[in-house]
């Protein structure tokens, strides 16, 4: 009985220990020779993209940039002709700049002479070497040894004219054509090729006093054209518009336009009418009646040369 009991309770252990041992594996199941393992390719990650930087190719030659050209005229003078508002034909003479575009100084005579007047002045202001060309005359004007040193911060170009019905010295009075004549010049002067038409002024002597200053404030008035000032050597109101209306138009532009006033003092109708200008630059001379192209007298001081040097480089000079 004792050895029964001996042997249920080894029975009863062994099947404890059965129950609570490991568990059985699974059995294995054979991959089939022919059945291939698929092979899994991974999803790649999106690539970073780094922009292409811009490059701008080295050039091999340097590029030559668009300028207007510098324009070689020869220093002869042109002789030309030009058609006023009227019709009027008229002659004139252009002195080319050593450059363009360049400033344009009219020029413009007295009723006792024609254009011829200002040849000796034209070629020196041009200071082309034409000077030397020139044969000495009686008349300051017209005399080289006579003539100052050009003091001159400008190439300017140069042109001259005659007016209606002058040619070798005015025939008769024309007043109202002589008015037609200036404005037209200035405007034809300030198209001329190589001619900055910005930078345009006007010299005139008795007529062309009052022709200078009618000029430059015509051009002003027109859609093309700027005229800086006018130098008047003995003006007297000799064209249908009076000088002081003319000058006084001038001075009253934005930026005001110069007008510079030269007489003598004995010369009773030059001075009245340049003093009449309030604003004008003023120059007398105590002289018995020294006339327009009389007033480049070198026994002079300042002369005619030295007041025609500082007009220049005082209104183009600072424009170069």
């Known amino acids: 009985m004792k050895k029964f009991s001996v042997l249920l309770l080894g029975l009863f252990l ?19 020779e022919d059945t ?23 050039p091999t030659e340097t590029p030559t940039p ?97 007016f209606r019905e002058c040619e070798g010295g005015c025939t008769r009075f024309v007043n109202d054509g002589w008015l037609v004549d200036a404005r037209s010049a200035v405007e034809f002067a300030s198209k001329l090729e190589g001619v900055d038409r910005d930078r345009v002024v006007a010299v005139g002597a008795s007529i062309g006093a009052d022709g200078a200053v009618e000029g430059c404030s015509w051009l002003n008035k027109q859609p093309e054209g700027t005229c800086l000032g006018a130098l008047a050597l003995s003006p007297g109101s000799y ?12 001075l009253e532009e934005d930026p005001p336009r110069a007008v510079w006033c030269l007489y003598g003092r004995a010369d009773a109708a030059a001075r009245q009418t340049c003093q009449a200008v309030p604003g004008a630059n003023l120059i007398d001379h105590r002289r018995i009646k020294p006339h327009g192209f009389e007033l480049f007298d070198p026994e002079l ?20």
């Open 66 to 162: 668009t300028l207007t050209p510098t324009v070689i005229y020869p220093p002869e003078p042109q002789q030309v002709t030009f058609e006023t508002a009227d019709g009027q034909v008229l002659e004139g003479t252009y002195f080319p700049a050593d450059g363009s575009p360049a400033p344009v100084i009219v020029l413009m005579h007295w009723a006792a002479g024609d254009q011829s007047e200002w040849s000796l002045i034209a070629r020196w202001l041009q200071g082309r070497g034409l000077v030397q060309e020139m044969t000495a005359k009686s008349d300051p004007w017209l005399v080289p040894a006579f003539l100052p040193e050009r003091s001159l911060t400008i190439s300017p170009a140069v042109f001259t004219f005659t």
């Open 239 to 250: 064209l249908t518009v009076p000088f002081q209306e003319s000058a006084q138009a001038l």
């Open 301 to 320: 001081s300042p002369t005619g040369f030295d007041v025609l040097l500082d007009f220049l480089n005082s209104t183009l000079g600072s424009t170069q």
């Open 14 to 32: 062994c099947l404890m220990v059965t129950a609570c041992g490991p568990p059985a594996e699974p059995p294995l199941t054979n991959t089939p």
């Open 36 to 58: 291939e393992v698929p092979t899994v390719t991974p999803t790649p990650l999106p690539p970073t993209i780094t922009p292409t930087p811009t490059i701008t190719p080295t």
